[in-house]
């Protein structure tokens, strides 16, 4: 993508700058309304890249949950190539999203506190599409739906994602077509219930890793969920080191627990299996 040089040069390769209405660039990228959305509510200049950081974010999440959808219909076609691409890229895009945390990552209290009174109970835990993230990683709790009551296109998005089978869930089908022997249990479970590990679902994946030249797809399949997995992990570490530099151990916005949340939140892998599969391989 180039953009127009401030003073175009002449001949034949100089780019058209006469247009009726709005640019093609404007009507594809919505820059307008893009750059239009920031409404700080304070004096502190600090409140505006706070506010587009996180917009960012919400970018950066709408993304990665169209890159899992993807992955996950993929999946259910048993197109695996189809899958993996659609998790490589989300692997980049991941580390795009950790890297919105450096703006934030050595916010002092003071220069915290300047501003976030302006935020009043909001809270990044009410982000829908961050939701709707989690619950593609199996990481799926009802309670989540209750803040955006008032929101009903919103809460009902949420309810179907609730309700519909996990990226993992989508893998974990896949490896029960391929004659792998994943227990009834963990087929047939409740999918509005968060994922918990399975000791035959390690094993099949151990199984998987001792053998890779029989199970190449899956080998690759399980790196792919491995890197989505671990940058997950870093997001919430980045999201727990912020917070606790920015405001140590007290009540976080929105009435949540803070630190003591993330901390909780930090500890967890999705795709427990691929991780804990290594030790027996």
């Known amino acids: 993508m180039s953009h127009a040089p401030d003073v175009p040069g002449a001949g034949s390769e100089a780019p058209n700058l006469d247009f009726a209405g709005t640019t093609p660039y ?28 996180t917009q960012v ?11 899992w959808e993807t992955a996950s219909r993929a999946l259910r076609e048993d197109r695996i190539p189809v899958a993996v691409d659609a998790l490589k890229r989300s692997v980049r895009e991941l580390e795009a999203l950790n ?7 050595q916010l002092t209290p003071a220069q915290f506190n300047s501003y976030r009174a302006a935020l009043g109970e909001g809270s990044g835990f009410q982000s829908a599409m961050y939701r709707r993230m989690e619950f593609l990683l199996g990481d799926k709790s009802a309670s ?18 609730l309700q519909e089978p996990s990226l993992y869930d989508e893998v974990l089908r896949l490896l029960a077509r391929r004659g792998l022997p994943v227990p ?5 479970r409740d999918l509005a219930q968060r994922y918990e590990p399975s000791r035959a679902v390690e094993e099949i994946w151990a199984g998987i890793y001792r053998e890779p030249d029989r199970h190449t797809e899956l080998v690759r399949l399980g790196e792919a969920l491995t890197d989505v997995g671990e940058l997950v992990w870093r997001w919430r570490n980045d999201h727990l080191v912020a917070t606790r530099r920015a405001m140590g151990s007290k009540t976080g916005t929105g009435g ?21 599969a290594r030790s027996h391989v």
Do not use: C, I
Not at 57 to 67: A, G, P, Q, S, Y
Not at 99 to 105: C, H, Q, T, V
């Open 26 to 53: 404007e009507d594809y990228v919505q820059a307008d309304v893009l750059t239009h959305l920031q409404h700080p509510r304070s004096d502190d200049p600090g409140e505006m890249v706070f506010l587009v950081t």
């Open 57 to 67: 974010m919400e970018l950066w999440f709408t993304v990665l949950v169209h890159e």
């Open 99 to 105: 890297a919105s945390w450096k703006p934030l990552g």
């Open 144 to 161: 989540m739906l209750v803040p955006h009551r008032g929101a009903p296109r919103v809460h009902a998005e949420l309810e179907k994602a």
């Open 184 to 188: 009834a249990e963990v087929l047939d």
């Open 256 to 276: 949540s627990a803070g630190v003591a949340w993330l901390e909780k939140r930090a500890t967890k892998n999705v795709f427990p299996e691929l991780w804990t």
